[in-house]
């Protein structure tokens, strides 16, 4: 057997609101998805004005960042042309994402979880979701 | 041009709580859904608890019934085989879901969204949905 | 923070090997699918003579008792027709499977895993998967 | 009529352990998945701390090599930018895999099966690959 730690709701709800303080702060309306160790989503909000398509990419990312345990921004470098990884953004039914957004939830070094953020670039939506991750961070280091 | 009245996240926030304080109450630890009226996704819910499977159920509780202006039980009974409906549980990918939990929220004689709950019996996510959206007439009412 | 127990690959083996024995037994060659408790494969086998069809079938058996903590038959029972979950068949892409033959795993009244078994009748599938969870509880139980 | 060789499982077991003996020596728990030569799976692990988004993708890595009888990284070459097979990434609902790691299975000079390796480098997936297929040429030479 193993023994895994994951993220309960009240964890994921904390994820949420550090993301949605820096979407209203840059003033850009996200889709917010979080999801367990497994790539399950708990947790999601689409802030007024948040894009449609977004929904099911910020669940995406989360799920990427979690089940590949690796930020969806690093997947990006290395499936450029040329690279190792080219293409692999189409695989799962198009749902591995290696536009930025999505980053691991880690907790004692192991991912407990994954956050995912669309509707802005890629660098606002990188910075929305590691603003959820230090939020996080900070509200349960004790 | 139409004039569209939806749901916002902040009324899906209400849904949520009514739906979740019921689910606590008869002890079912849920997946809540809120879709706006064009079915697309506004928050979600994995209850500590709740069923993995019953993510996707309970998202697409709520898209049948935002999108297609109908409680999911009522479904139900019109896809029973000789009935008119018969098969139509399958269509969409499989995402028209027939089972109760799936409900629309009107407003004005309007639907402006739908609410979807998954993890319990079908008896018991159709109370929860209700309980959401009761709670939610009774705190939007004025 | 919620922590979980998992099946690991050495328990999916010996789940494996019980179903395969009883596999052999009753003669019939057998798709034996494992999951962990979020219903991600863990490991899986076609014997020589499993049908093609039954690989998708005995993953999503296996899926849909883990993931909904529930046998496959029993959500056979409920979904009849005129029952209350008539029509959950097609839920989840056609993932969510109502025939016999998927059994969640469970140690110490926690789901930590299911087993998923396909290619003879639903009888015959479910005495198979039951083998293997017999011989797990067997071996397991120190 | 034609006359087709194809693994069995003992083969594709003993793939798998050549495979998963060179992802313990380089200290990379992978998924591993062995499909017949008509790309359908016959067996399949995930190691403990395998990927999650690894399950598919080793899958559709094999799938790919078995069904179009060639390596997923010679796909990855030809797919590139300007190059004949530029997008064919995407084909199959994207199960098409052009990323190293998936390798058919030769004997005779006909392709009798396909693995596929994923969590770890795309160079790490193919040496681990190629360890079990290595090792099943070893075992099976006579």
Known sequence: MQQITRLDLADAKILLDG??????????????????ESGNLIAFERMNGGKVTSTTIAIDKAYTAAGAKRATHEYGEVSQPGKPAYGINSAIGGRLMVVGGGLPVIADEAVVGGIGVSSGTPAQDREVA????????????G
Chains 1, 2, 3, 4 share one sequence.
């Open 19 to 36: 993301a949605r303080a820096k979407a209203d702060e840059i003033g850009v309306p996200m889709c917010i998805a979080i999801v367990d």
């Open 130 to 141: 590691q603003a959820g991750i230090d939020h996080f961070v900070a509200e349960t280091r």
